[in-house]
């Protein structure tokens, strides 16, 4: 999403800079803006407007975002007359991943299949963030069908968005499959975003971009109106600067949604306010298990980070029990698989099927013949094996796949993270998110030293990532899980964590704006 203006002329790229390195700049989070608009020092059209040339000037070299919502300007003056009570997000700036719909723009899920997926209203979600306050500033880019097209995937590409790289290092990868939700947070391009993940694609990319991330508990937060993967593991969550914000969100988020059922407790279990337990004492106290099994695979620089930020918890009041034995964690990847394939074709399909009219892709198999018919568009580096993999499977009712789904519930869950938590008597688990980004290469695919996702995702329990530090210039995030409906406690552990580590440096865009403008 390039501007003409820009790209042609060296005084606009001056004239841009010098506006982004002014006083509006000083505050980048959800917390700071609202508290400079509460005391008017800006508004909420001013900051629209700051973002709005951030995008302008950066986007290009990160194409993170995809889509800009026309509205969202107005939306921004709506909210600098709106008389008081306002709500909590009143007039911040959001991007949302392009699987979740939004009144008036198509939803892709990156897919050029559905670029006439026209939607004819919110998603609950975004209704919710809307009913805060929130301004939708537009789309963000994903990795094509969340990762889960092909085995050889690079994340962060996309037929409908182009490939998406990762602001600390442009040659590098931004993960996925929330990859310019990421991205485009730690460019600063937006204060905050919404990701979604089904194993990873909140917490992967949250780390590599150096952001927070939190994958909510399953049912905490409504999936209607969002292109899904997997009903059994697919959720909504924020990608922020800080902890704060990402409580902040959650309180918008969080809630129950009639036409998913899943969310049918999310009313009574949420939190009031997350934001009520953030202080720096919420360490004292809190017993907290390394999973070695995640930590030991990694090379020795990260794993050296990892053990400062373990100096920096019991330092701030954690005991540390080491090493924990989560059980069942090399099992998992097999069964996992086989509910994913099933639960994609089941859920795409009833997806499609009430898609609008204009959209001619009805179904997984549709998708695969429109892929095979478009394929120097849609597959110029790897192909859709998963996808075809998927449309090869049977029913939900096939024993093949109850029995999967039963399983790995089973050994992720009650077996597996609870009894761990209940032995030891954990307040969580502890392990680094990933390795840090590596090169995008289109024929290796992605290349990721370790992962902690994948117990908390399918289990549906809450994880949050939580900025580590850098290593070789390149964040890693800290991942802490635990059971069921515990994001307020977790919240709290990350906030006081991340009051006490060092700062991390913001990406510099310098030659990312040079190389736009040319």
Known sequence: MKSPALSRSTLALMSALSLLQGPACASETLHEL???MKAGKTTASQIYDLYDARINMYNPGIQAVTTRNP??????????QQKKPRGSLAGLPLLLKDNIAVQGMVTTAGSVALADNLAAQDAPLVARLRAAGAVILGKANLSEWANLRSS?????????GGQTRNPYAPERSPCGSSSGSGAAV????????????TDGSIVCPASVNGLVGLKPTLGLVSRTGIVPLSHSQDTAGPMTLNVRDAAMLLNAMAGSDPQDAATRQADQRRSKDYT??????ALQGKRLGIVRKMVDGYDADTRALFDKSLAILIAQGATVVDPIDLPYLEELDKDE??????EFKADLNAYLAKTP??????????????????ADTVMPYFAQELMEQAQAKGKLSDAAYRQAHARVKLRAGKQGIDVVLKKYRLDALIAPTTGTAWLIDYKAGDVVEGSSSSPAAIAGYPHLTVPMGQVRGLPVGLSLFAGAWSEAKLLNMGYAFEQARPALPAPSLATTATAAAK
């Not at 050889?152 to 409908?160: I, L, Y």
């Not at 009520?276 to 004492?281: D, N, R």
């Not at 698989?337 to 099933?342: E, K, N, Q």
Request: aromatic share 4%; glycine share 4%; proline share 2%.
């Open 71 to 80: 509205h969202a300007r107005q939306d921004a003056q709506a909210a600098d």
């Open 276 to 281: 009520a337990g953030l202080q720096t004492t």
């Open 152 to 160: 050889q995937s690079s994340s962060g590409w996309s037929s409908a």
């Open 186 to 197: 730690a460019a600063r391009l937006i204060p905050a975003a919404i990701g979604t993940e």
């Open 357 to 374: 009219a204009t959209v001619k892709t009805r179904s997984m198999a549709d998708v695969i013949s429109y892929n095979q018919q478009h």
């Open 34 to 36: 609202a508290q400079d």
């Open 337 to 342: 698989l086989t509910v994913l394939l099933y």
